[in-house]
């Protein structure tokens, strides 16, 4: 049963544009979540995280939204550019459970491309 | 530069012959992991490591051990390998794995085919 959920396996966008990933979740203890880039042969790469207290982070062209209500976030970028293409994992955590271990639980990731 | 290290990057081996994969960080960090990554799966944990002498299982443990005499190291062994361990594994680690804040920081990951 998949928590974090990318319904979008892939995503194509012009230069210059708007790219918007979406990600939803079900567990409603997950209190931070943060994106990854992955690029091929490679392994992921932190990009940008929310806190559950927060609606809103933004570190230069990339923000990321959550609604909590919605059980949803959503990272845009802005503009877009042919060096983001690659496949961005949504991952959730919901804190120290017994093992002290800050478990991510993760999204099967979207693909973006964007082309010149 | 900061970096984690995973060695081989590519492996094909048959069934039932021992095999370790190395992880290896030189940021001091103290907790390290390892996931493996298939399709229509995602990327699942196996194993974590709090700090040296200190390792615990994830949500797919079975089939795999993994040791941590020093920190800077853990390498994942599977002792006979199995078709179903076909996959892509990543190695992790983050200053102390205790702070919600603190971003994992990935190897290149090894691609094993188990025939």
């Known amino acids: 049963d998949q928590q974090v959920k990318q319904n979008s396996p892939s995503l194509s966008v012009q230069e210059g544009r708007i790219s918007i990933l979406n990600c939803d979740y079900t567990n409603s203890m997950f209190d931070y979540f943060l994106w990854y880039k992955k690029y091929p042969a490679e392994g992921p790469t932190f990009l940008i995280s929310i806190s559950s207290i927060k609606d809103k982070n933004e570190d230069g062209r990339f923000t990321v939204f959550l609604n909590k209500s919605a059980k949803h976030l959503s990272l845009h970028i802005v503009p877009s550019q042919p060096g983001d293409s690659a496949v961005y994992f949504c991952a959730a955590s919901r804190g120290l459970n017994a093992g002290n271990n800050r478990k991510l639980i993760w999204g099967l990731g979207t693909s973006l491309a964007v082309n010149p | 530069e900061a970096q984690v290290t995973q060695n081989p990057r590519y492996l094909i081996t048959v069934t039932g012959k021992k095999l370790t994969v190395t992880c290896s960080q030189n940021m001091n960090h103290e907790y390290m992991s390892w996931y493996r990554q298939d399709p229509g799966l995602g990327l699942r944990q196996i194993y974590y490591?709090?700090?040296?002498?200190?390792?615990d299982k994830g949500d797919v443990p079975e089939g795999y051990k993994v040791s941590r005499k020093e920190k800077r190291n853990f390498p994942l062994i599977l002792e006979s390998p199995s078709p179903n361990q076909t996959s892509l594994y990543f190695c992790?680690?983050?200053?102390?794995?205790?702070?919600?804040?603190?971003?994992?920081?990935f190897g290149p990951g090894t691609r094993l085919l188990v025939l």
């Open positions: 992790a680690s983050s200053p102390s794995g205790l702070s919600r804040q603190e971003t994992q920081y």
């Open positions: 490591s709090m700090n040296v002498e200190v390792t």
